[in-house]
């Protein structure tokens, strides 16, 4: 996990949360899932943000960019510690994937007003 604490100012607002970079997945017939957690834990409102990414056959040393964007209410105000991080995907055992490579990771954290 990699993260950064971000210090959000009211308890009535929502983080959006963008990660832009690099995603790698090496293995045959596996599925790994990249998620964003705050202070540990997932979003519980109104959903997780999250990917996941299944690999039907072995693709080895495949790194592709891509993005994870979504929006967290029901977060208090305060430090929030905001990490990224990997996992597997129910039902897949554990294989090789890693986050970034060879270029810059972003993990971008804005605090806006809930959705209505």
């Not at 072995?58 to 990997?86: F, M």
């Not at 994937?97 to 959705?115: A, K």
Request: glycine share 10%.
């Amino acid at each position: 996990m990699q993260d950064c604490v971000f210090d959000k100012r009211k308890d009535d607002t929502a983080l959006r949360v963008v990660y832009l970079g690099n995603f790698y997945l090496n293995c045959n017939t596996c599925c790994k899932r990249w998620f964003i957690t705050f202070n540990d834990a997932e979003c519980s409102g109104p959903l997780p943000i999250d990917v996941a990414w299944w690999m039907p056959i072995n693709n080895q040393y495949t790194h592709k960019p891509g993005a994870i964007e979504g929006y967290c209410d029901n977060i208090h105000k305060g430090k929030i510690r905001v990490g990224i991080n990997i996992g597997n995907c129910p039902g897949y055992g554990n294989s090789n994937g890693y986050t970034g490579w060879n270029s810059v990771s972003r993990l971008i954290i804005e605090e806006v007003p809930q959705s209505q």
